[in-house]
């Protein structure tokens, strides 16, 4: 008669073979998406990279009287050289994983030879009108599209990230790995995605009620898809500028006007990447719920940033007009920089000029 000893031992055999099968599925499932037929677990750097919106009208926004010239031919990518990004990263073994898998410490399975990476976009609030920039992100018979209403045609997925990016999965649905997407880091002092959805936009109630309707319509169907959003701050200040004060009333009206749009979110993304850490400042975005802080630069973050444990501090790679210009060197292994780089922006690939200089 098989005693309770024995009874536990079978018990803990079941288990074991359970998690087993779970791990084998996952690892099917995973390499089947990317044409592969075994995953093994990463070890090693998880890279993540990000842009901003994205440059679909080259005359526009470089032209001599538009005054984000300088401004969007350093900091942007050309919709021409984010297709051409995308290419190279694909070429290169890169496949996208989720922002949570990245940091859940968990091990990581992937499809044999491919490295991971997360992608995020920032701001995401296209206020510039006629320059060069997409309007809004809609819902176009089923597939998420950008819209731009002084151009033809105007609805599209050629000209901003998301849009581009979801046309690339369609094409290339291995480059996504349980189906990731890119984190969305908003703000919201003139709205998200286009959608004038909050107060200081200073459109009517009605309109206000009537874009948030919208907005959270196209909200719910880039979360289904796999995009997540993260609070890029909802006034887009600059750490060190702001007091306490400012940055309480920004979590507040992030957290009021924002969260029901988007969801909460434990992610802040830093404007420009401009924080300190160990700071009282820092804190006040603690205590509204964010845990997990997107940085700027390559580099693994200092001493108190590694061994915190309250807190999750991740540090991203630019990709805009000056990384494609200075950076090439650095960024070799995951693009070409040269070849990506769109000869119709007003400076030549070695002009040499700082990163919001």
Known sequence: MCNGICILKRFLILIAAIAASVFALSCFTGAAAAGDDACVEYVGKIEHIFTHELIFD?????????????????????????????????????????????ISGEPLMLPRDKKPLVMSFDDMTYDTVDRGCIDRIVLHGGKICDYTERAEPQVTRER?????????????????????????CVNGYNGILGYRCTPDC????????????????????????????????????????????????DCAMWQNYIAPIVGTTRVLCYPAGEHKARSAKNDIFKRYGFDVFLCVGNFAGTDYERKSTDAKYVYRLPFDGTALRLYRQSYEHLADTRTIYDSTRFRSFSYKGGYHK
């Not at 470089?62 to 051409?84: G, I, Q, V």
């Not at 009537?210 to 979360?223: F, G």
Request: proline share 2%.
């Open 202 to 249: 200073r459109v009517s109630e009605q309109k206000q009620a009537e874009q948030i309707a919208a907005c959270k319509t196209v909200v719910a169907e880039l979360k289904t898809r796999g995009y997540t959003f993260a609070s890029h701050t909802y006034y887009h200040k600059y750490f060190n500028s702001c007091s306490a004060a400012m940055i309480e009333k």
């Open 58 to 102: 080259t005359v526009k926004a470089y032209a001599p009287d538009n005054a984000l010239r300088d401004c969007f031919d350093k900091d942007h990518l050309t919709a021409k050289e984010f297709k051409a990004l995308l290419d190279e990263l694909y070429k290169n073994g890169y496949v996208l994983v989720s922002l949570d898998k990245a």
């Open 160 to 184: 901003e990230n998301i849009s581009i990016l979801e046309s690339f999965i369609e094409t290339h649905p291995d480059f996504s790995i349980d189906g990731a997407r890119a984190t969305l």
